[in-house]
């Protein structure tokens, strides 16, 4: 997106990752809670409490993006890295979708945007995590411009924000 952004190839980006460039603005529009998807015969997802992420230490681990990195997946281990946890990493996979259909089918969790607890997969139950890790969602924007498009996003973004309860960036 990046790219895309500086050659005019898009005008806004959505994404997850901080980066530094001066022809790109970012605008941090909220910082989301991660929370973790496991199976729903896994025996911490009996459990209505939140689980600690040292809890996950022996389980496997499935992480994605595969590619491009640095990436979400690279937060994710971070998260588990900043708690003195090392994951047992199983499946680098390519999105958030072969991921959730990694955890029905028994071959791992993974940690994910609680946006994702909307999906109601059947065979996933989603937990919070005790150490209330986030990931920013981040709108960027090539420096300077102030285009009709882009003040329409940023409104099309405010109105929905309000409309889902989160504060209006």
């Known amino acids: 997106q990046i790219n895309a952004l500086k050659e005019g190839r898009i005008d806004v980006g959505f994404g997850r990752i901080r980066f530094d460039d001066t022809a790109v603005t970012r605008v941090v529009l909220r910082n989301e809670k991660l929370i973790a998807a496991l199976p729903v015969g896994h025996p911490l997802a009996r459990h209505t409490e939140p689980i600690s992420l040292r809890d996950l230490a022996d389980v496997p681990l499935i992480i994605y993006p595969r590619s491009p990195r640095p990436s979400y997946?690279?937060?994710v281990l971070s998260v588990f890295r900043d708690c003195a946890v090392e994951p047992q990493v199983?499946?680098?996979?390519r999105e958030l979708q072969i991921a959730i259909g990694?955890?029905?089918a028994e071959e791992g969790i993974a940690?994910?945007?609680e946006s994702v607890r909307r999906a109601r997969t059947h065979d996933v139950v989603y937990r919070d995590l005790v150490e209330a890790p986030t990931s920013p969602i981040i709108m960027s924007h090539r420096s300077g411009e102030s285009t009709s498009e882009l003040k329409l996003m940023a409104?099309?973004?405010a109105s929905k924000y309000e409309e889902w309860g989160y504060d209006v960036p």
Not at 90 to 93: I, R
Request: hydrophobic share 60%; charged share 20%.
């Open 102 to 104: 990694l955890v029905a």
């Open 90 to 93: 199983v499946h680098e996979v």
């Open 73 to 75: 997946a690279d937060q």
């Open 111 to 113: 940690i994910v945007p």
């Open 155 to 157: 409104e099309v973004v």
